[in-house]
């Protein structure tokens, strides 16, 4: 593994130097407040959605008139009501059986192995947010989402904004009808009901948000699980490969267990997978930034914001702040043991899911995911990297592993890790289709996309 070169995208190159020299709470220009931080990064986050209420209708604001004030709370406890229910044994069964099957119709290939992940975790996690589409839905759904991702994985550039594209407006226009179609549906109980996080916005919270919220909702669900979730996996990637001598301690951990022990009990019976997935999400944190924008009138470390003004919060800058994490460039998951003189100095420090009150929701299960995912990696697959010396991670707007392409292949004696119940069955390939553009490479050297 080498260290990054110059010329790899670094997002905040230009700010460590004036956020060590300010105390982490900066102006960039007049225009955004670099609230780096993590302690005012906290205040500010929380004094800034004191008042969670949804904006109004447009249809309201339209006819100059107020909506029904509904808070994002109400969204957000009916999604973890349902994330409980997909995060207990029968759900986390079912994601590491997706995940193995995409996993498993990839064998072999020449792939760019972030976007595979993404690829993995995008599409195992997609009936958690809207289950039971048409094949032809479910294409203009991932289709729009591969717009995105495609934006996230490529160096920063200065591409036209997406309302400028008409081919991508026209997509995103028409996943938008997809979800407004289905929340119709499920609220006519013309389809069954799914234990999904569209449910709850079509049978009980419709009425109260209206059709635009509900569609916003179901849409900000959509984005959440196209980046993050799929950076991590790529991170999980790197580090097997990267880490050896951490891959072996994981598959040490994994013999001893079955999956069934790992769908049951979660992350407490395999402490080395967590503190090692744990350790992934500090070292390469994604998204690199946040940007919000004040809704009331704040005050940041003695700085003033309006209404309307930007703040930028980094859970990378917070995960690599000396004053709160020794050694914080060295990959180090035992730093999570009990009493270890490495771990943070508190837990405000390691914001990997956000900040509250709106923090991810999905936190325990995508955590899950990712200590699944080790599992099929030290289990059922091997990752075989094509250049593993030149490997690292540069800091985009996700945490991105560069001169990552090579092949996932089967390990022999594959059975003894298989997802309980596995059935090497050929998930949609129309879906797979429209991931090949970015994650196969065929025979030829790994593609720039620059
Ligand atoms: C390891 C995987 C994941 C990471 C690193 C991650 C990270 C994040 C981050 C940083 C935020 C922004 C929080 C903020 O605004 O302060 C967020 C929000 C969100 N995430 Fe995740 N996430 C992951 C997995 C998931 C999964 C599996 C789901 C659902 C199935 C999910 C659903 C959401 C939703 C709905 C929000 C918006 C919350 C709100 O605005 O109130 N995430 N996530």
Known sequence: MTTSAPRDPDLLRELREPSAAA???FWRGN????????????TAHADNFADLTMPDRLVDLLRRRTSTPVSWKTVRTAWLGQLRQLSGESGLAALDSRMAEVLHARAGQHVDLPWLAHEVSFRSLLPVVIDGLSARDEALIIEDALIKLNRLMRPPSDDAPLWRSPRRLSIALRAGLVIRRELRRRAR????PRPDLTEPIATELLDSLGMDRALHSVAAALTAIAGPPGATAANVMYALVAYPQWAQRLTAEFAGLSAEELYRTGTRCAPVAHRFVKEVLRMWTSPTMLTRSARTPIRVAGHALDVGQHYILSPTMAH????HWPDPEVFDPDRWL???????TGGQHYVPFGWAPTACVGAGLGTMAAVLLCRLFCTTFRIEASHPESLRVAVAAIALPLDFDG?????ERANAGQPAGFDPGVPDPAAGRL???YVSLGDSPRRDRA
């Open 23 to 25: 105390g982490g709470v």
């Open 320 to 323: 690599h702040d000396p004053r």
């Open 31 to 42: 225009h955004q407040l670099m609230v780096f931080d993590p302690d005012a990064a906290a």
């Open 407 to 411: 092949r996932i292949t089967l390990r």
């Open 435 to 437: 991931f090949d553009p």
């Open 338 to 344: 009990p009493g270890a003189a490495t771990g943070p």
């Open 189 to 192: 109980r013309r389809a069954l």
